[in-house]
């Protein structure tokens, strides 16, 4: 990746003498600075998952949140269930009870209560 970086002049100068004294240019200086600060500070997951989905937003204009409360989204929830066949409901019964016997199968082995 490439980056432009707006420097003064009294940084750039500073920079361009530091990268002489060290025998090499200004951008490798630069970059190596950069990757050491970057693995001294590393960045949690959390905050790239929040990167990540600022992106993913940005790029498909997607809001936040929804804009509609919860009441009308589980309404409109309830509303496309009611158009299932029998067999589609209990494809989904068995779904979630799988997935259930699995959260409470970890939160066991983690010694948490199940849900």
């Known amino acids: 990746m490439s980056i432009l970086v707006n ?49 993913w937003q940005k790029e498909t204009a997607t809001e936040t949140s929804p804009s509609i409360s919860a009441h009308e989204l589980f309404t409109r929830w309830a509303e496309e269930d009611s158009h299932m066949s029998p067999e589609e409901k209990a494809a989904e019964d068995r779904l979630w009870q799988d997935f259930e016997k699995d959260i409470n199968e970890t939160r066991a082995s983690l010694g948490m209560r199940q849900l």
């Open 7 to 55: 420097l003064t002049p009294t940084e750039e100068a500073r920079l361009s003498s530091v990268a002489m004294q060290s025998g090499i240019a200004p951008a490798e200086l630069a970059a190596q600075l950069l990757r050491e600060h970057l693995t001294s500070n590393p960045v949690s997951t959390a905050d790239m998952v929040r990167a990540k989905l600022h992106r």
